[in-house]
């Protein structure tokens, strides 16, 4: 059981990680907490679900539209509900996204009804027997997307020009405007990116689990905000390894404790990590 | 001047978003008659399916004439699953609305806290699909026609044992969900009266989406039967991952199985369940086919236990509303309906025949034992 337990966890993992990394990709830049990506999640998904059965796409492209679609809604995101209130406060731009994200959430529910619905396409269920681990094509599919968007992210941020443009604002917004970098369009840049890969992770976690709903990002936000926290704030590195790290923790808790500790095993653990390392697993003392 | 145009537009919106409850007709030519149910949130079919029900009840006593030559309307309030919203629906209803009957809630947690605001209110409070445990105990104002779980587990446990010769069998639950940990108990009960072991007990959260890990725990348990105690959407969700991880064994379930929803979002995986339910759409019955036939026409769908409780509970009702031969909402005529409706014996509805016994709330009713054979719902043979 251990085995298929690790590959469960692995699963479950880089859909969290894929989701945290949008979290502190605007938060790193920002210092602000996007409480909607959790609803870009799930509209992400709904997205890629509507391309399936109305637009009769395959599910390839339905993935590339959720993408596009989440990083456009993520855009949108920015025009208004941060750009206008960024330097109001700190707590503006964070209550607007709250007040956002249950807008999102509530429009869901009336376009798409209340219920979860199904991907009609299903990757064949079939198992692969590697050594001890049973592992399925989807899966596999699912571990091959998070992992390659993963390196593909790290990449684009640490060698592209953006990237370090991306980089350079997180230091200081003021002093990279001086520099002449365009601040306003990095910062929508980042919420596209950040967006995309929250859409790709509701639809990778809509096909794994066979279901869209409109609830499904609230839950998802708020564990991919405890990521970050773990991981370190704004660190690419720790939300990666705090999404594999939370989604390990609460598949063995399940397999091996009962579900009812799941969640109460995976904060008590992360309340640990705080305790020895304030700063998150991979964060840095600022100023 | 922009800012005056903002306050504008807000006060609007702010309009628009309240006026769905505002009542529009006067109550003196109408028979008001409130809904609270879950028609958003996770258990939102449940609801919709009910207030269907209720629609097609309510336009046949409209088209025949009403009740006291009054006509029903049916107020809608939604609590979004949620007891705390349930609770202001309700209040809403007795004090502002002053309904004459209400039905609802659809859950067992919702109803939980509603019926007792409506027994001190002397309201009737009846329940059409809520099946927990003792729910119209102690409280003359609050009935139900739906199968309470305790009543109808032990057909279903007795069916199990008969055709699957089960020794013992897994449960899973859903701990933070009252309806089921409820059920549970009500289980474990039934199962121990028939001599049914329980192996083992699986547990998840409300609003998970990822069952990978229970799986695999139950898949190591190597179950003979499996018994599903949650709502609609996470027990679709369970059979799904159990059978991609190549478990086959039957399952048992409980009210919410009757969901075509649960089917629908299953597919495959849901057949061999065995499950209790108060309606069976292919009954021969000429007054469930004309149901059946009213529902399929009027939303495009096939009609569930939900609508077909829902339906008799909106004629059960007018007809002890008939008998007590009021209408006002005072509290003396509240009193009457509730004395009439607790006398209504052998009341033929569309989902078996309806008694209430002398200090109880809940009908005695048919219960019939079904499965999902080849796609589609049948009698357990």
Redesign the interface.
């Known amino acids: ?1 251990l085995a ?2 690790l590959v ?2 692995l ?2 993992g880089s859909t969290y990680a894929l989701v945290a990394l949008g979290f502190t990709l605007v938060f790193g830049i920002l210092g602000m907490i996007n409480f909607a990506h959790g609803e870009i999640f799930m509209l992400g998904a709904y997205i890629a679900l509507l391309l399936v059965t109305m637009g009769k796409f395959s599910i390839f492209w339905a993935l590339i539209g959720g993408m596009v679609g989440a990083a456009i809604l993520g855009m949108i995101v920015e025009r208004v509900s941060f750009r206008p209130l960024r330097n109001v406060s700190i707590l503006a731009p964070l209550i607007s996204t709250i007040g956002l994200s249950i807008f999102l959430r509530s429009l869901a ?1 009336i376009i798409f ?4 619905t ?1 991907f009609p396409v299903s990757i064949k ?1 079939e ?1 692969y027997q590697l050594g001890p681990f ?1 592992i ?1 094509l989807l899966q596999i599919v699912i571990l091959a997307i998070s992992f390659g968007l993963m390196a593909v992210f790290q990449v684009f941020i640490k060698k592209t020009k953006v990237g370090k443009a991306m980089r350079a604002t997180s230091e200081s917004l003021f002093t990279a405007g001086l520099l002449g970098i365009p601040v306003d369009r990095i910062i929508l840049l980042s919420f596209a990116v950040a967006s995309a890969l929250g859409g790709v992770a509701g639809v990778l ?1 809509g096909l ?4 869209v ?1 409109p ?2 990002g ?3 936000g708020l564990k991919g905000l405890t990521i970050i926290i773990l991981g370190g704030m704004g660190n690419i590195t720790g939300a990666m390894v705090g999404g594999l790290f939370l989604g390990f923790v ?3 808790s ?2 091996y404790l ?3 500790y ?2 109460a095993v995976a904060f008590a653990l992360m309340f640990l990590v705080l305790l020895i390392r304030p700063t998150g697993l991979f964060g840095r003392v600022v100023r | 001047m922009k800012r005056g145009i903002i306050l504008g537009i807000c006060c609007l919106l702010a309009l628009c978003l309240s006026s769905p409850n505002v009542r529009v007709s006067s109550a003196a030519d109408e028979i008001l008659i409130g809904n609270v149910s879950c028609l958003t949130g996770t258990a939102a079919q449940y609801g919709i399916s009910t207030y269907e029900g209720l629609e097609v009840a309510m336009e046949e006593i409209n088209a025949a004439g009403g009740i006291l030559g009054k006509k029903i309307q049916i107020l809608k309030g939604d609590d979004s699953a949620d007891p705390r919203q349930a609770v202001n629906v309700v209040q809403k209803f007795i004090t502002r609305d002053k309904v004459l009957v209400i039905i609802g809630a659809e859950l067992t947690g919702t109803t939980r806290v509603t019926a007792p605001i409506s027994n001190g209110a002397q309201t009737v409070q009846f329940t059409a699909s809520a099946t927990g445990a003792g729910l119209t105990d102690n409280l003359p104002y609050a009935f139900r026609n739906a199968l309470p779980e305790a009543y109808a587990i032990p057909f279903v446990v007795e069916a199990a044992k008969k055709k699957f010769k089960v020794g013992s069998v897994v449960i899973i639950t859903s701990y933070n969900l009252d309806y089921s940990v409820d059920l549970t108990k009500i289980y474990e009960k039934a199962l121990a009266a028939a001599g049914i072991k329980v192996q083992d007990k699986i547990s998840y959260a409300e609003g998970d989406i990822d069952f990978s890990a229970q799986v695999s725990k139950l898949k190591a348990l190597k179950p003979e039967v499996v018994v599903m105690t949650g709502y609609y959407q996470e027990s679709a969700q369970l059979m799904i991952e159990m059978r991609k991880q190549g478990i086959n064994c039957p399952i048992l379930g409980s009210n919410g199985f009757n969901d075509p929803k649960i089917l629908e979002l299953a597919g495959k995986a849901m057949e061999g369940s065995v499950w209790a339910s108060g309606f069976f759409p292919d009954n021969p019955d000429p007054k469930v086919r004309k149901f059946v036939a009213k529902v399929q026409e009027k939303y495009k769908k096939q009609p569930n236990q939900f609508h077909a409780q829902a339906y008799d509970a909106l004629m059960i009702i007018a007809e002890a509303i008939k008998r007590a031969g009021v209408t006002e909402s005072t509290p003396e005529n509240r009193t009457k309906i509730r004395d009439a409706l607790a006398k209504i014996t052998d009341f033929p509805g569309v989902s078996g025949t309806h008694t209430f016994k002398p200090g109880k709330g809940d009908a005695e009713k048919s219960v019939f034992i079904l499965t999902l054979k080849g796609g589609k719902y049948a009698l357990l043979d």
Request: without cysteine; hydrophobic residues 35%; proline residues 0%.
């Open positions: 059981m298929q337990q469960n966890g699963t479950l529910q009804g209340a219920e979860s199904r269920t198992f049973q399925s976690v794994n689990f066979n279901a709903s609830l499904m609230k839950m998802v609460e598949v063995l399940v397999g009962t579900s009812s799941r969640d």
